[in-house]
Nanobody, 120 residues
Framework: QVQLVESGGGLVQPGESLRLSCAAS????????MRWYRQAPGKERELVAR???????YYGDSVKGRFTISRDNALNTVYLQMNSRKFEDTAVYYC??????????????WGRGTQVTVSA
């Protein structure tokens, strides 16, 4: 079994920075891709950023140049540094990890989500 714990959400003003964390624990052998998604009220969940096991990254167009995804493999943790926040960044942010367990099984795990609100 694998558990994900997200942290770092909250209320920020436009332009301020915030960093989200997602730590995985449990029967983990390795973690492949790590992703951050977000879902705003009334909208579909969208991919914000992805980082592969080798470190290559992908960003959605709406966050390019403002957000940075990184990972610490020793801690089984993925981060999302969010700079230059905009009102439209308000959403629930979810982490998604593709985990290979110590038993050889491979599957995606989701965090419960953390609310980020950008408000003046």
């Amino acid at each position: 079994q694998v558990q994900l714990v997200e942290s770092g959400g909250g209320l920020v003003q436009p332009g301020e920075s915030l960093r989200l964390s997602c730590a995985a624990s449990g029967s983990i052998f390795s973690i492949n891709a790590m992703r951050w998604y977000r879902q705003a009220p009334g909208k579909e969940r969208e991919l914000v950023a992805r980082i592969a096991s080798g470190g290559s990254t992908y960003y959605g167009d709406s966050v390019k140049g403002r957000f940075t995804i990184s990972r610490d493999n020793a801690l089984n943790t993925v981060y999302l540094q969010m700079n230059s926040r905009k009102f439209e960044d308000t959403a629930v942010y979810y982490c998604n990890l593709n985990v290979v367990s110590i038993y050889g099984a491979r599957r995606d795990y989701w965090g419960r989500g953390t609310q980020v609100t950008v408000s003046a």
